[in-house]
Structure formats: C-alpha cells, structure tokens
C-alpha cells in the first residue's frame, strides 16, 4: 500500500481545457485568464481578482501595490511557509516576527499589537493549514493604525471566517495554486480586493507596469498567468468545494480515530470552516517515538508524511541571528513537533483506517 502526503486530483475534464486552449493558439495571458478571475472574484465574494504565476509573485504583487518599500516594516508569522516573509524582504522591506497561536497555529492578535511601530506598514496573516487566523482582532489594529491587512491565503481556497470566505476579510489576499493546495493550475496565484485603485495597480505591477501596449508607466514585473494554467483553474474551481467536503470528512475520520497517546491532533477555531489544506498533528514526548522515528515508521508501511516546517522563519539562515530569549518560542516549539499526515481528497477509508491503525499500535 502507497498512501502519499499529497495528490493532485487531476481528471479528463482538466486535460480537454488544457487541449482547447493548446488548440486555440493562444497559450499566453488571454480570454481564459480574465474568466478565471471573474469566476474566482465570484466565489470568494469580492469584486476584483488578479491572477498571477505562484503564489509567491501574489503576495510581492500585493505589497507592492500597498506601497511597502524600502525603510518599512510589515508583521508576519514566523511559522508559515518562507514566501511570507521573503516576499516582504523582495520589497526592500523589513519582515517583523509575531508568534503563534500553541493550537491553532495561526497569528496571534497580541503579539501584533506588541509589534507595532511607526514604521509598520502592514499585517501579513496565514490561514495556515487551512484554518483562517482570527481576523477581526488584528483588522481593529490594522484599522487602529491605518495600515493595510493582508491575507495569505495560498492553503485556504473555500475556508470561512464567521461565514465569510478566506480572500475578502482583508484589504488584499493572496493564494496559491501550486500543484498540492486544494485546488491547482500546476503553477499559479491570485490577489482578491475590492479596491480597484489597487486592482488597477496589481495589474499594472504583474504585467511590466503597462498601462497600454509599450506604455510603461511603472516598474512592473512578468507575473502574469497563461491561460493554460487558467484553463486548469476554471475546472478545479469547479470541483472545490467537492475537495473540501472530502478533506473535512478525512479529517474528521482522523479526529475520530487517531487515539495514541502523545498524538496531539489539530484544533479548529471557533466559527471557522477549516479547508485542511494540511492535516497537520503534534508528536509529543508522550509518544513512544521521535517525531522522525514516526516518519521513518511511517515510510516503511508506506504512508506518506511531512514536516510543515522544521525551521520557524524566524531562525532561518536567511534573518538569524535571532536575540535571546527567542522572540517567538510557539512557533520554535512547534517547528519541532508537527507532522502533517495524508488528508487529500482521493484518500478512501481504507486509508484512512491504516494511517491511524498504524500509529496507534505504535508502543
């Protein structure tokens, strides 16, 4: 049995988009992009969306067209995927580290308030794993302060926060649509808003800064989405919330049945919709194993798992040194004892039932 981390579910309806537009001739940024951007702006319930080619390119984009530069600082988690806080850093900007909620994983509304300075310009939040971070408190600093938030939202496409979608709670979103998120174009991204001043300025900044053909009217960037990826993209919106239902209904089998002792699995917020981009669990030293041990155990029966992430950003070679005592000791804490295990849609129940027969028998 092979049970991988993650699968993308990839059917005949993606393949003849992709071969309509291979047969139209047009494989660059056209009708196919601006469709899925209308389609996209749709179901997340804001009126602008600008597609971009990753995820990472939705997030520079994003702070770009929010004015960060150089000499300004924007708070971000310092558990969450590199992007977050090297996006700032492509700005010229400086990415501040807040800590971690120990059960959500997600941003925590007082270390925000902690960090503000004059020189903040921004909030960066994660849905991470799937799971929105609790908005409305860091919004009211965000407001208080009048500085932008902004969602990177690139693993929670169809999550709700208090029946709102991921995508239009801040004032920019981004997402992504590498090949393992919820839904995909193999390589892709987007930046929701409903402010066109800045959906204006996002499509200028992804596009060479051309307001019309050879007119440049800024320094802008080659971000811009084929409609190949876009032809992708318009399928899998599609079948999104198919994804999520199954994603929930796995993690809700995990929930259920993982019972080892010193396996901590995740916690959902209060009035959230978590989309489980990652099932992700804490191998504690209760457990009978190291977390690596578990991997290694794991692998052997041939069941996929990973580390989302080993190294917080904030001790990443990249920003150490980092001062003592460690600034955000959650999120360091957690770095050495999360294990994500397979939670993806084309997973059945008897997958399931192996993944947690096999680490409950572990003694």
């Known amino acids: 049995m092979q049970i991988p981390v993650a699968r993308p579910v990839i059917g005949p309806d993606e393949v003849a988009a992709v071969s309509d537009v291979l047969m139209s001739g047009m494989l660059a940024q056209g009708e196919k992009v601006a469709e899925f951007e209308q389609k996209f702006a749709g179901y997340c319930g804001t009126a602008h969306a600008v597609a971009v080619n990753n995820g990472t390119a939705a997030l520079h984009a994003a702070l770009l067209a929010a004015g960060i530069g150089p000499g300004d600082e924007v708070i971000v988690p310092a558990f969450s995927f590199i992007a977050t806080a090297t996006s700032v850093s492509m700005c010229g900007a400086k990415p501040v580290f807040a800590d971690v909620d120990e059960q959500t994983f997600t941003i925590r509304p007082d270390q925000v308030k902690e960090r503000i300075t004059p020189k903040t310009k921004a909030v960066i939040g994660v849905h991470l794993f799937g799971q929105p971070f609790d908005v409305d408190p860091i919004l009211e600093i965000c407001e208080a302060h009048a500085i932008p938030l902004i969602e990177d939202a690139a693993q929670a496409h169809g999550a709700l926060y208090h029946g709102v979608k991921a995508g239009n709670l ?12 919820n839904m995909i174009t193999g390589e892709g991204g987007m930046v929701t808003t ?21 007119l440049h009217t800024m320094l802008g960037y080659n971000y811009r989405m084929t409609d190949i990826a876009a032809a992708i993209g318009i399928v899998q919106l599609k079948k999104l919330e198919k994804f999520n239902m199954r994603r929930r209904k796995n993690a809700e089998y995990y929930a259920a049945n993982l019972t080892a002792k010193g396996i901590v699995k995740p916690k959902v917020a209060e009035n959230v919709q978590h989309v489980y981009h990652q099932y992700v669990i804490q191998v504690t030293n209760d457990f009978p194993l190291t977390r690596s041990a578990l991997m290694d155990l794991l692998k052997a029966k041939g069941i996929g798992s ?12 990249l920003y150490a040194p980092v001062a003592d005592p460690d600034p955000c000791p959650v999120a360091t804490r957690l770095s050495g ?15 399931l039932a192996y993944v947690c027969e096999t680490i409950n028998k572990v003694k």
Request: charged share 20%.
């Open 306 to 317: 990973a580390v989302h992430y080993p190294i917080p950003i904030h001790r990443q070679p």
């Open 337 to 351: 004892t999360v294990l994500s295990l397979p939670v993806h849609p084309s997973l059945d129940t008897k997958d």
């Open 170 to 181: 801040g004032k920019l979103a981004c997402f992504s649509f590498y090949a393992t998120k």
């Open 194 to 214: 409903n402010d066109k001043p800045l959906a204006d300025k996002l499509r200028l900044i992804v596009n060479h800064g051309q307001s019309e053909k050879y």
